[in-house]
């Protein structure tokens, strides 16, 4: 397993743009699926993206797909969520999540490395 910390979280106004970042502890960060989950206040926990290991291929919710960006620097163990043209709806805490090997996958229970999250709040 890997250790995940997620930062970049904040207040910004709709429209605006955050990036979100996960910092990862452990051995073989590059063989690790990483998948961003949101969970918006009185919601279940929802996929946001995920990026594949085999063919780099990122795959997005209908929901923030066209302004989200996820993006990994296996180098540094660190990867990205680009946000832009934010809505209020996009609201909650963000989580990045890891598992080695094998498919994206959009169910929380498929990943067994989470970070704390950190708090996206969207609002005028």
């Known amino acids: 397993q890997l250790q995940l910390v997620e930062s970049g979280g904040g207040l910004v106004q709709p429209g605006g743009s955050l990036r979100l970042s996960c910092t990862a502890s452990g051995s073989r960060f590059e063989h690790y699926i990483i998948a961003w989950f949101r969970q918006g206040p009185g919601r279940k926990r929802e996929f946001v993206s995920c990026?594949?290991?085999?063919?780099?291929?990122?795959d997005y919710a209908a929901t923030v797909e066209g302004r989200f960006t996820a993006s990994r620097d296996d180098a540094k163990n660190m990867a990205y969520l680009r946000m832009d043209s934010l809505r209020s709806e996009d609201t909650g805490v963000y989580y990045c999540?890891?598992?080695?090997?094998?498919?994206?996958?959009?169910?929380?229970?498929?990943?067994?490395?989470w970070g704390q999250g950190t708090q996206v709040t969207v609002s005028s």
């Open positions: 990026l594949s290991v085999t063919d780099g291929r990122a």
């Open positions: 999540a890891a598992e080695i090997f094998g498919p994206c996958s959009d169910l929380p229970e498929e990943y067994d490395s």
